[in-house]
């Protein structure tokens, strides 16, 4: 079975990524590459809600 036809996982790895991306913006010494990774996250994290809709797989009630 894929993940591909699994949205929530998806949406889960999605989320990871842009967790581990902005993990390795906050260590990151270069002022370019921080900003690189931030807007990265973003993307990702933006791309995530408008597939699979925002706040897809929280447990947050509202």
């Known amino acids: 079975m894929s993940t591909e036809s699994q949205p929530s996982e998806r949406a889960r790895q999605m ?13 990151a010494t270069d002022p370019a590459e921080r900003q690189r990774l931030t807007a990265k996250a ?14 897809s797989g929280t447990m947050d009630p509202m």
């Open 15 to 27: 989320r990871d990524k842009a967790q581990e991306l902005e993990q390795a913006a906050q260590r």
């Open 42 to 55: 973003l993307h990702i994290r933006e791309k995530s809600e408008r597939e699979n809709g925002r706040g």
